[in-house]
């Protein structure tokens, strides 16, 4: 089964990429977890990759490109994948489709997850995470404790800069202006599911297992 995974920040893709993973045995692979793999075992693109990031730059498409091929030719995708958040761009998808073709695969199913905006405002501004044991906390889905601090630890709880309101609506302007055509690409190739992201998570994942079943 080789998934990718569409939707703006915040509307859900990790939590349904982890549940397909334990339902169908197959990798969930997001872009900074192949960035950060190629760089650790200092593969020839994770190498390139590194320059580009230590200088604090962003790392070229085409070095992403290469990336992504040098990570679907690992042995744990040999039945398939998840893709969460890759592709970002049209020129993305193009590459990827090239990819796979080069490696004798094809696509299976693109499920997209759609979320209003202001619900995803309201996901994102209330995550929290504690500055010493890193436990993540979200103030309406899972508050901390009554003082405001972390239950794990007792440690004190922060919002990451870009969990702000005004970072997060300029992340959804940029997520409608380049990814959002993704879902017209996909839909002419016949591979597009849309799926109502507001609903529970269990809902969710039951809409997506369906949509699969039908690809």
Avoid: W
């Avoid at 939707?7 to 950060?36: E, N, W």
């Avoid at 793999?37 to 693109?45: D, G, I, N, R």
């Amino acid at each position: 089964m080789k998934i990718v995974l569409l939707g703006p920040p915040g509307a859900g893709k990790g939590t349904q990429a982890a549940m397909l993973v334990k339902r169908f045995g197959i990798p969930q692979i997001s872009t900074g977890d192949m960035l950060r793999l190629a760089v650790s075992e200092k593969s020839p693109m994770g190498i390139k990759a590194k320059e580009y990031m230590d200088a604090g730059d962003l790392v070229p498409d085409e070095v992403v490109i290469g990336i992504v091929r040098e990570r679907l030719q690992a042995d744990d995708c040999a039945a398939g994948f998840i893709l969460d958040g890759f592709p970002r761009t049209l020129q993305q998808a193009d590459a990827l489709k090239q990819v796979l073709a080069d490696l004798d695969k094809q696509l299976d199913a693109v499920v997209s997850l759609q979320v209003e905006v202001e619900a995803l405002v309201a996901r994102l501004t209330g995550r929290r995470s504690c500055v010493e044991c890193g436990k993540g906390f979200h103030l309406q889905y899972d508050p901390p404790a009554a003082d405001g601090s972390c239950t794990e630890c007792g440690g004190k709880l922060i919002q990451r800069d870009d969990d702000c309101e005004a970072t997060i609506r300029n992340r959804m302007q940029v997520y409608q202006q380049q990814t959002a055509p993704l879902e017209d690409y996909y839909s002419k190739q016949g591979l597009l599911t849309v799926v109502d992201g507001m609903a529970d998570i269990s809902t969710v994942q039951s809409e997506i297992v369906a949509a699969l079943s039908g690809s």
